[in-house]
Nanobody
Framework: VQLQASGGGLVQAGGSLRLSCAAS????????VTWFRQAPGQEREFVAG????????DYTHSVKGRFTISRDNAKNTVYLQMNSLKSEDTAVYYC?????????????????????WGQGTQVTVSS
């Protein structure tokens, strides 16, 4: 599956952005999908993920209560709604997919678990 990440941009602290991860196939529903981010000079880190079966979501501690991951299977798209953005959220955001699997409730936080990656979208939060 090919993934296309979009929605990044420049926003002031406290603002909001919604990232989209669109799939090339009508089978994204069979994948667990996760957002990672990488800031300059730092390692890539897990941000938020949604399981293949949509029953579970997980977030890194620093974004809990501010970010929400969701998916629209009809549009083959996973979203990351980011509210109350902070300067430390500045990074390139990548979506990644794991699968296809018939069923799965686990959100995998390690980037080595994911075989399919989008190209990244830059999020810059000015303070």
């Amino acid at each position: 599956v090919q993934l296309q990440a979009s929605g990044g941009g420049l926003v002031q602290a406290g603002g909001s952005l919604r990232l989209s991860c669109a799939a090339s196939e009508r089978t994204l529903s069979r994948y667990g999908v996760t957002w990672f981010r990488q800031a300059p000079g730092q390692e890539r880190e897990f941000v938020a993920g949604i399981s293949r079966s949509d029953t579970n979501t997980d977030y890194t501690h620093s974004v809990k209560g501010r970010f929400t991951i969701s998916r629209d299977n009809a549009k083959n798209t996973v979203y990351l709604q980011m509210n109350s953005l902070k300067s430390e959220d500045t990074a390139v955001y990548y979506c990644a997919a794991r699968g296809p699997v018939a069923f799965g409730r686990t959100v995998y936080v390690g980037d080595h678990e994911y075989a399919y990656w989008g190209q990244g979208t830059q999020v810059t939060v000015s303070s």
